[in-house]
Each structure stands twice: as structure tokens, then as C-alpha cells.
């Protein structure tokens, strides 16, 4: 069975920082690009960030650039999201997804496989 399992959420200040981890298993996503997603209470799923299946290109959304690192270790099938000075208009949870594709995509539509999403919180 495949899955997509996320960590590293919680509550943090304005300010602060969290990383968060997507491990997969139940076969290998070393070559379909990766990307996270995030669903603020009351509004839609947004996209966050995507790499491609060899890591070397990445995409994020306006508000989040030079704020947010996404990377990945294709041998221990895992992507991670860094955050850094995050602020209230992140709190949201944070979906973790594996695309059809090794292209980097923005939208979910390109997505097959969803994590069940992990928390973050930051407060003012």
C-alpha cells in the first residue's frame, strides 16, 4: 500500500521555524516530482512547493519564496519543507503529495498520491 506520511508540524511564534518531512513507502517516488500543499480553515487547498524527480528544479508560491526550502533525499524516498519566519497566514495544514509526472507542477491536478496532512500553527 502506498503512503504518504508528513511530520515535523506543531505551534510556533511569529518568527519561528519548523521543518516539515514526508516519507513514503510502499514503492519508490525517486523520479515523479514532489510537491507540498497546504488548507487554511474556510479556504481552498493552496500549493506551496514542488521539486522534480531529480531535485534540481524547484517552484514555490509568491508569499512563501526566501521563506520556505523544499528538498529532497531520493534514497530514503523523502521530501522536506523548511520554514522560516513564519507568521499567522501560514497556519494551515500542510499536505505532502506525489505528482504522475518527474516535472514540477503547481497544481493538484497533477498530484496522485496525498498524504493525510500534519498541522502547523503559528501564533501572533
Known amino acids: 500500500q502506498v503512503q504518504l506520511v508528513e511530520s515535523g508540524g506543531g505551534l510556533v511564534q511569529t518568527g519561528g521555524s519548523l521543518r516539515l518531512s514526508c516519507a513514503a513507502s510502499?514503492?519508490?517516488?525517486?523520479?515523479?516530482?514532489m510537491g507540498w500543499f497546504r488548507q487554511a480553515p474556510g479556504k481552498e487547498r493552496e500549493f506551496v512547493a514542488t521539486i522534480s524527480g531529480s531535485g534540481d528544479r524547484t517552484d514555490y508560491r509568491d508569499s512563501v519564496k526566501d521563506r520556505f526550502t523544499i528538498s529532497r533525499d531520493r534514497a530514503k524516498n523523502t521530501v522536506f519543507l523548511q520554514m522560516n519566519s513564519l507568521n499567522p497566514d501560514d497556519t494551515a495544514v500542510y499536505y505532502c503529495?506525489?505528482?504522475?509526472?518527474?516535472?514540477?507542477?503547481?497544481?493538484?491536478?497533477?498530484?496522485?498520491?496525498w498524504g493525510q496532512g500534519t498541522q502547523v500553527s503559528v501564533s501572533s
Open positions: 503529495a506525489a505528482a504522475f509526472l518527474s516535472a514540477i507542477s503547481t497544481r493538484a491536478r497533477s498530484y496522485t498520491n
Open positions: 510502499g514503492r519508490t517516488f525517486s523520479n515523479n516530482a
